[in-house]
C-alpha cells in the first residue's frame, strides 16, 4: 500500500490554484477585448456559419462560473470558447486554450482532469522547446530583436547561446515532468522561467505583447499546483485512475503537435509560441510589402498564422492591384506548393461581385486577373 509520501495529490491548492487561472482568464479577455467582440475589420474568418455575437461577457461569465462550480463550469467554459471560434477562427488564441486545460486540473476529485492537464504543460514546455530549437529564424531574428530590445549585444555568440538556453530549457521541463525525482525542480525551474519571462514582457521590461502576462503568470505557478505533488513514473498512478476518454485526450495532447510539422495541426495548437517558424503572408504592391499579421495587430487582433486564413482575411483587406505572398518555411508546404505561393486580390473576387474604385464612378466586375 503506497504511503502517504507515495500518493499522487493531483493538484495542490486547486481552488487557489483555480482562482490564478480564472483571473487570468478573465484579464486576457480584457486585454483581448477587440478579438472577442463582432468586428468588421480584419474581417470575421467563421469556421461554421453560425451567429456573429459579442463574446467578451459571455466569456467572462462563463469562466467565473468554472471558478464557483468547476465541474458543470468548466464544460460550459468549454462550449463558450468553442462558440466563439466557430464562430470567428481569429480566436484560436493559445493563452485561452491552455488555461482551459490547466483548469480542468483543479475539479475536485477528478484524476482525468488532473492527466489533461499535466498532458497540456508537458506538450506546451516540450514542443515550444523543440519548435525553437529547430528554427533558424528563431536564432538569426527572435533572439537577436529581443536582446536588442533589453539592450544587450544582438550579434555575436550570445543570441545562439541564450536562444539554446531558452529553448532547451523548455525542453528540459517537459521531459522533467516524466521524472519522479526532477519534478519538484521542474516546479521550481518553472516558476523561475515564466517569472522571467514576466519581468521581461511587463512594464518594467520591453513591455511587449501584454495579453500574454497573465498567462505566463498562470504557468509560472502551473508546476506547483500540478507537477510538485505529482508521483509515480509516467503518469503514475492519476492515469490508473483516469477514464479512457481522459487517457485518450491527454494522449492527444501529447501527440498532436507532431502534426505542424505534416500541415495538418495549426502553428498556435502546437505551441509554436516566438519560434519564427510559422507561415507568413504578406500585401504587396510595386511600392511596399506588409505583413498580414502585423496588419491585423495594429487593429488589436492577433492572427493565428495559418493558411487556410490567408486568403480569406486578404480577400477582406486588400484592393485592386495588390498581391499576397505566402512564405513557410516547412518542407510539407512546398510539397502541398502552398509556398512560397502568390495570390492576386482580384483572383480571389467572385464573378458576380461589383469592385467600387474609390474617387471615382467606375467599377469592375469581378473577372479574373493573370497572374
Known amino acids: 500500500m503506497p504511503t502517504s509520501a507515495d500518493e499522487d495529490r493531483g493538484c495542490l491548492f486547486p481552488t487557489a ?28 474568418l467563421p469556421l461554421l456559419p453560425i451567429p456573429r455575437l459579442d463574446m467578451a461577457w459571455p466569456m467572462m461569465a462563463a469562466i467565473a462560473t468554472s471558478f464557483f462550480f468547476p465541474r458543470y463550469g468548466l464544460p460550459l467554459q468549454a462550449a463558450t470558447l468553442l462558440w466563439a471560434i466557430v464562430a470567428d477562427q481569429a480566436r484560436i488564441q ?18 482525468g482532469g488532473v492527466v489533461m492537464a499535466r498532458a497540456s504543460l508537458i506538450a506546451l514546455w516540450f514542443f515550444s522547446g523543440v519548435h525553437k530549437l529547430t528554427s533558424p529564424a528563431f536564432f538569426t531574428h527572435g533572439v537577436p530583436w529581443l536582446l536588442g530590445s533589453l539592450g544587450l549585444p544582438p550579434t555575436g555568440v550570445l543570441p545562439i547561446l541564450c536562444g539554446i538556453w531558452i529553448g ?21 525551474s518553472a516558476f523561475v522561467f515564466h517569472a522571467a519571462i514576466l519581468a521581461v514582457l511587463s512594464p518594467l521590461g520591453i513591455d511587449w505583447n501584454p495579453e500574454v502576462l497573465p498567462w505566463n503568470a ?9 507537477i510538485a505533488p505529482w508521483r509515480g513514473w509516467a503518469f503514475g498512478t492519476a492515469w490508473r485512475e ?16 507532431v502534426g505542424y510539422w505534416l500541415g495538418v495541426v ?27 499579421q502585423v496588419m491585423c495587430g495594429a487593429a488589436g487582433i492577433q492572427m493565428p498564422p495559418a493558411h487556410r486564413l490567408f486568403e480569406p482575411l486578404f480577400l477582406g483587406m486588400g484592393r485592386s492591384g495588390e498581391w499576397l505572398e505566402i512564405e513557410d518555411p516547412r518542407w510539407v508546404a512546398r510539397w502541398r506548393g502552398l509556398a512560397p505561393r502568390k495570390v492576386i486580390w482580384a483572383n480571389l473576387v467572385p464573378k458576380d461581385a461589383e469592385i467600387v474604385i474609390p474617387g471615382s464612378a467606375a467599377t469592375l466586375d469581378g473577372d479574373r486577373a493573370d497572374d
Open 17 to 44: 490554484f483555480r482562482g490564478l487561472l480564472a483571473v487570468s482568464q478573465i484579464a486576457t479577455v480584457i486585454l483581448t477585448w477587440s478579438l472577442w467582440e463582432v468586428r468588421e475589420f480584419p474581417p470575421p
Open 94 to 111: 493559445p493563452h485561452m486554450i491552455s488555461m482551459l486545460w490547466l483548469s480542468c486540473g483543479t475539479i475536485p476529485g477528478c484524476r
Open 168 to 188: 532547451a530549457t523548455e525542453v528540459l521541463l517537459g521531459i522533467g515532468c516524466l521524472v519522479p525525482g526532477l519534478r519538484k525542480t521542474v516546479a521550481a
Open 218 to 226: 498562470a504557468l509560472a505557478c502551473a508546476g506547483l499546483a500540478l
Open 242 to 257: 483516469s477514464s479512457r476518454l481522459a487517457r485518450v485526450a491527454a494522449v492527444c495532447l501529447v501527440v498532436s503537435p
Open 266 to 292: 495549426d502553428a498556435y495548437l502546437a505551441h509554436c509560441l516566438y519560434a519564427e517558424n510559422t507561415p507568413r503572408a504578406y500585401v504587396c504592391t510595386p511600392f511596399d510589402r506588409r505583413d498580414i
